[in-house]
């Protein structure tokens, strides 16, 4: 049932797109009654005035057929000027939009027969007979169509809005998406949706190009939430001949692709984050809310999956993350890739609760690219990626501690295999998320992560770690000296987690003098890893480590 509120809202959108017509012929009457009422002289009443004779009848029906057909003919023209614009911005498939657009239908079909209906009624007009009934309804029909020709172009031309598109394109989808459940025809509404999906996308990629930014938002925003939240809940009651799919519905696709998405049942998934990657190859570097709003998109389609538990799906948002990242790398674009790893770390975070491997999975992802970023001449990428490693660690510890301990291993594992030849910026960056995360652990008094995360800190140059903690302890303002990504200097430390320095200070003395320290072992998985510990780090000290499969 429909809530009142809602009914409401849509009589009133009803009532604002009709008043312009209305009005249109409320005028034409009242000034028709106005002069009539002047120009009743020698003649007894209104009513008399405008009763036609035989001669009259037909020169105003000859009249009523030729405007109308002229009007509408000029509407029309109009009409289809705007989808022809509208179609050659975005794409020539939503030009279906407009062909199987009820209204369209309606309104012409009202005007065709009208004007046929005034031809008819003038051939029923004698010399000395006028068809009362037949010309009053032929007056109607004509004041209904005029009436309804203004708030047509209106509506046209609002249909033909970005914003009103995609929102029609979705509801459709949702549309095509409830037929496909326990119907016959798969194949038909499954073209349809995957139809629906292109036309969504070639609107994002044209917009793109044309640097419509906000359009390109909205599109890749609409594309997310049909995925998180109508395709994934549907997902469950299809059978397998809805993901049975081949060269026809993923074009230019190689044959492991579709056997790893039959097997998997996600080609819908990845046909729209395969967009999602085209979109993030062409958008200007300076554009990143683009970039963001795919990474919003993505992470919210994974902590969906997860919640269903589908685990297919949760693990290819990972992968895709990850060509995320690598396209921000081949594109030599920073802010992709800090806005990218941000989302990324939202989604290891959600994933805490159900998939904890899947956590410890996208750390490894997200330390093995930024050292690819620190690699490539962008240092600063590799210590924002370690100060999400280390902002997850602190987060996993009220899911489960174990999790924290392997990703302070990773850590420390990274600073031991990046000190002998490490860039400056990069190392610093990746030095003060290790030292933050130990700052935090010693304030919760977590005994065995400090031991892991100190042992780490002891094996860097003395000199080196002692510049770093006197910046950290002297600096008096948080924020970073320029304006970009950062907001936060890597060396700033919150006054509560400032007072630990001291006692990292004698801990770091403990462990150089070889005082008393027991290691403890990496822990074991909670359940079973995507990516074992072991192969992470493996993976991470390869030299071919991140390169194309």
């Known amino acids: 049932m429909i809530p009142e509120r ?66 509408l003919s000029i509407v029309l023209m109009a009409v289809v000027f705007g989808i022809q614009m509208t179609s050659s911005r975005y794409s020539p498939r939503i030009i279906g939009l407009f062909t199987r657009n009820v209204w369209n239908a309606l309104v012409l079909g009202l005007a065709l027969v009208s004007i046929l209906y005034t031809f008819l009624v003038r051939a029923e007009i004698k010399p000395n007979f006028v068809p009362t009934w037949s010309v009053v309804a032929a007056l109607v029909l004509a004041l209904v169509n005029f009436a309804i020709l203004l708030p047509y172009v209106g509506y046209m031309f609002e249909v033909m809005r970005a914003e009103t598109l995609v929102g029609s394109i979705r509801r459709q989808a949702k549309r095509e998406l409830a037929r496909a459940v326990g119907h016959r025809r798969i194949d038909r509404h499954r073209a349809s949706l995957l ?9 994002a990629l044209g917009s793109i190009v044309l640097g419509d930014v906000p359009v390109c938002v909205l599109t890749i925003d609409v594309l997310g939430q049909f995925l998180a939240d109508d395709y994934t809940k549907a997902k469950a ?38 967009s999602f ?31 269903v538990g589908d685990t297919e799906v949760a693990e290819l948002c990972v992968r895709f993350f990850n060509t995320y990242l690598r396209v921000a790398l081949n594109r030599s674009a920073p802010t992709f890739a800090s806005t990218t790893m941000n989302e990324y770390r939202r989604l290891a975070i959600g994933a ?56 302070a291993h990773l850590l420390v594992k990274q600073l031991a295999e990046l000190v002998p030849n490490a860039r400056p910026i990069g190392l610093n960056g990746l030095f003060k998320a290790v030292v933050k995360l130990a700052f935090w652990a010693m304030a919760e008094e977590k005994s065995d992560l400090s031991e892991i995360l100190v042992a780490g800190i002891a094996a860097a140059p003395p000199d080196f770690v002692e510049s770093a903690l006197s910046r950290m302890e002297t600096m008096q303002s948080g924020l970073f000296w320029e304006v970009n990504e950062r907001v936060i200097a890597f060396d700033w430390v919150e006054e509560p987690l400032r007072a630990q320095i001291p006692r990292l200070r004698e801990a770091l003395s403990l462990a150089k003098a070889g005082g008393p320290r027991r290691r403890p072992a990496e822990p074991e998985a909670a359940r079973p890893d995507l990516v074992s ?3 992470e780090v493996r993976a991470i000290h390869s030299p071919t480590a991140g390169k194309g499969r």
Not at 40 to 46: C, K
Not at 258 to 274: K, P, Q
Not at 293 to 307: C, F, K, M, P, S
Request: glycine fraction near 8%.
């Open 6 to 71: 809602l009914l409401r809202g849509q009589w009133k959108r009803w009532m604002s797109t009709a008043l312009p017509g209305v009005a249109l012929v409320a005028v034409a009457l009242m000034l028709t009654v106005l002069f009539g009422s002047l120009d009743r002289s020698g003649i007894h009443s209104l009513k008399e005035l405008l009763s036609p004779d035989p001669n009259t009848a037909a020169g105003t029906l000859g009249l009523i057929g030729g405007a109308e057909g002229v009007t």
């Open 195 to 203: 139809t629906c999906i292109s036309q969504v996308t070639d609107i």
């Open 237 to 274: 009651r299809f059978g397998p001949e809805w993901f049975a799919v081949g060269h026809s519905e993923l074009q230019g696709s190689s044959d492991q692709v579709i056997a790893e998405v039959n097997r998997g049942h996600t080609f819908v998934e990845y046909l729209v984050m395969s």
């Open 277 to 307: 990657v085209d979109l993030a190859g062409i958008t200007p570097i300076h554009r990143k809310e683009a970039v963001h709003e795919i990474a919003l998109a993505t992470r919210d389609l994974g902590l969906a999956a997860i919640e």
């Open 352 to 407: 805490l609760e159900w998939r904890p491997d899947l956590a410890v999975d996208s750390a490894a992802h997200l330390l093995r690219y930024g050292r690819h970023f620190d690699e490539a001449g962008m240092p600063a990428i590799f210590g924002a990626a370690a100060e999400d490693v280390a902002d997850l660690a602190i987060e996993a510890e009220s899911h489960d501690p174990r999790v924290t301990r392997r990703l």
């Open 533 to 535: 510990p072991e192969a």
